[in-house]
């Protein structure tokens, strides 16, 4: 694995789901650079980005991340997904939670038990949006909860 891959997925992970600026990317490119004295193309990439590219800031990130565990990126994203969708409406928590779905119906043949949570979670939320949505409030609650045990995952 690349150096700074692992970093790199928690990183494009958060910005998928809007919990990190590209400027704070950009930061943390621009420090790994000064500490390392023969930084990859990848890392320079990164630091250069304008901060207004978002589709090549993670274009940047998933080549810099080639290699990275995608389960330990989702823990280590997981805690600071949650306090974002913490402030989200029931049917934008219910989009969030179909994109995680995603990310482990692409993964399910090697999904961890403890991320588990995050398959049906599609479903569900579009079956309460649809046709419950009195279910949303206590549904997201039970999602919310799932992503609050990953606070403080590194």
Not at 77 to 102: F, M, V, W, Y
Request: glycine share 4%; charged share 20%.
């Amino acid at each position: 694995m690349k150096p700074h891959a692992q970093e790199a997925e928690v990183l494009r992970l958060l910005l998928v789901y809007s919990c990190i600026s590209i400027s704070d990317i950009i930061a943390w490119a621009d420090q790994k650079i000064m500490e390392d004295p023969n930084p990859s193309g990848e890392l320079i990439e990164i630091s250069i980005t304008e901060a207004s590219n978002r589709s090549a800031m993670l274009s940047n990130l998933s080549q810099l991340a080639e290699g990275a565990d995608i389960f330990a990126a989702i823990r280590s994203a997981l805690g600071r997904i949650h306090d974002a969708a913490s402030t989200l409406s029931p049917e934008e928590l219910a989009d969030l939670a179909k994109s995680l779905n995603n990310i482990a119906l692409e993964n399910r043949q090697n999904l961890p038990a403890d991320l588990s949570f995050l398959l049906g979670l599609g479903d569900k939320f579009s079956h309460a949006v649809a046709d419950a949505p009195d279910e949303l409030p206590a549904l997201s609650q039970e999602f919310l909860g799932n992503l609050k045990k990953f606070q403080g995952a590194a």
